[in-house]
């Protein structure tokens, strides 16, 4: 590597060590146990977890999951994005270094988890309901996050842009899972 290459390395790991020891004293100090929107927090997490472990559909636990967890992935992938490039932030974490880790690993993807199920179960289109999940979620769910400082947003950021965020994640995550049922199916026709 060049010198200035390895200069321009150190420095990063130097500043991201001092930004992590800066996250976990304002952790202890402003989102640990002792607060009242830790336990929100916590809330967030485990309360979808449970609904969605009585109400899934064993029978499409496997569909359900990956469609879950696909969202899961590509919406902790845009909230790190958008905290890295300070456009949002969210003040109060379950663990340090894992923003938004209720929303981004529970509430969201479960929710779109149950609503997926819902729609495929009483066959209706998924495609109009998540849009007015995605309104929930941005017009809704948001504001009131914005009102008791759970979220925080920068540079311009508002609900419509995250409102398009939860439909193109959705979008996303609901192609990826169409392209696998696709292939399962084209391996079951070729196989048989």
């Not at 809330?43 to 969202?71: Q, S």
């Not at 590509?74 to 932030?89: D, P, R, S, T």
């Not at 696998?180 to 026709?189: G, M, V």
């Amino acid at each position: 590597m060049k010198e200035n290459q390895t200069e321009l390395l150190n420095q990063i790991r130097s500043i991201l060590e001092e930004l992590n020891q800066l996250q976990l004293e304002y952790w202890k100090s402003f989102s640990y146990f002792h607060t009242w929107q830790f336990w929100i927090v916590v809330l967030a997490l485990i309360v979808p977890i449970i609904v969605l472990l009585f109400t899934i559909d064993k029978r499409k636990t496997l569909l359900l999951g990956f469609f879950g967890l696909n969202y899961h992935v590509w919406f902790a992938y845009v909230n790190k994005i958008g905290i890295n490039m300070g456009l949002w932030e969210y003040p109060y974490e379950l663990v340090p270094f894992l923003p938004s880790f209720a929303l981004d690993a529970s509430l969201v993807p479960v929710s779109f988890m149950l609503l997926y199920q819902w729609t495929l179960n009483r066959q209706k289109n998924i495609y109009l309901y998540s849009v007015l999940l995605s309104a929930f979620f941005a017009f809704v769910l948001k504001p009131i996050m914005v009102n008791f400082h759970f979220f925080h947003m920068f540079k311009g950021v508002n609900y419509i842009y995250l409102f398009l965020f939860y439909i193109v994640l959705f979008i996303i995550s609901k192609l990826i899972t169409n392209l696998f049922l696709w292939l399962q199916k084209q391996q079951s026709i070729n196989g048989s």
